[in-house]
Structure formats: C-alpha cells, structure tokens
C-alpha cells in the first residue's frame, strides 16, 4: 500500500478531517483576556492496515501578547515564569501562523479538506485557539469552528476516567505528573490517548462499519 493510500485511510476514517491534538497552556481561563503561554500540535497518521500514531509534534513558547491578563494562581498551577530571561518564546502571532501551515500542508498530505481538534477538555483549548486566530486576523484558521473530539468524554467512555493522567494510568500510558502541565508533554499523551482508543475500537471490529 502506498502513502496516498494511508492518507486515504484516514481521510476516509474521519469524513475528511485530519484529527490533530492541542495542548494550550494559559495565564487563565478566559480566553478572550487571558495570555497563552505555550501551544502543541500532534499531527497524526495512519499507517496501511488503519493504526493511528503520533506523525509529529509542534510546540512553541509564547510570548504573550499585548495587554494579555496572567494570573497568578494559573502560572502557580503550570509552574511557568513568562518572564524567566531564559526562556524562548515568540509571538503569538508568529506561532499561530506557523503551525496553522504545518496543518494546513498536512491536510494537503492526507487528502483532508480540514483539521479538527482533539484534546483533553477540548473546549478549553479549542476557545484559545479561536481566540488566537481572530485577535490576530488570521484567515486560514484550519480547525473546525466548532466540532472536536473530546478526550475526556472518550477515555471516560473507553476507561471510567476523565482526569488525563488516570486515563492513561488505565490505558497503561506511562505518565510523569512531573512532566504534565507542558504543552508539549500534555499533547503528546492526549495524541497517545486518543490513538490507543480509536485504535482499540477498530481492534473490537468498530471499524470499518460492518456491512
């Protein structure tokens, strides 16, 4: 089987959208007010017999924009200093427009018409992504307005727990809360996650749909 036809494998798998896990870390929870501080995209892929994986990561720190509202107790709970002298950071504009092409030319890839989100309370994240994108008048936004997949709601489904780190204790996905509340980190385990159940499912005969 060649790459185009894994690429048809998942366009076929998700009606043409190209699932990619956001992982936002935030001075809050506003989205409209408050900064974002690092941002990670999970582009997935599947391989020739449907077996969804992690293709890539991207991951930035942000930073945060004008006039953006940090709280206090948001940077306690992450454990980011926004202004360490050390840290690499770009702008958010900048950021949003770099990985909105990387999943713009990964739809391309896989033969998908648009990206939808997957994440761990993907509201949230999905709210901030949004909000990014028309602070910043960026026009090619790739994700789906509104739609995402919600691993909260799958891995309460498939496992009985909705917390992201007791999710993947029961999925048996190594999880270091040392590590949790990166961008980067969080992402990578919400993509593990979301594969592990989508892959499961097919393993059950839930996919392709019987005839």
Known sequence: MTDSDN?????????????VVIDVETGGFNSSTDAILEVAAVILAMDEVGTLAIDQTYFHRVIPFEGANIEEAALKFTGIDPYHPLRIARAEKEVFQTMFKLVRDAMKSNGCKRAILVGHNAHFDHGFINAASERHKLKRNPFHPFSSFDTASLSGLAYGQTVLSRA???ARIEFDDRQAHSA???AEK???LFCGIVNRWKE????????
């Open 168 to 170: 993947c204790e029961v």
């Open 7 to 19: 690429a048809s494998l998942l366009a076929n798998r998700f009606r043409t959208y190209l699932p």
């Open 204 to 211: 059950l005969g839930g996919w392709p749909i019987p005839h």
């Open 190 to 192: 919400t993509a593990e």
């Open 184 to 186: 980067r980190y969080d």
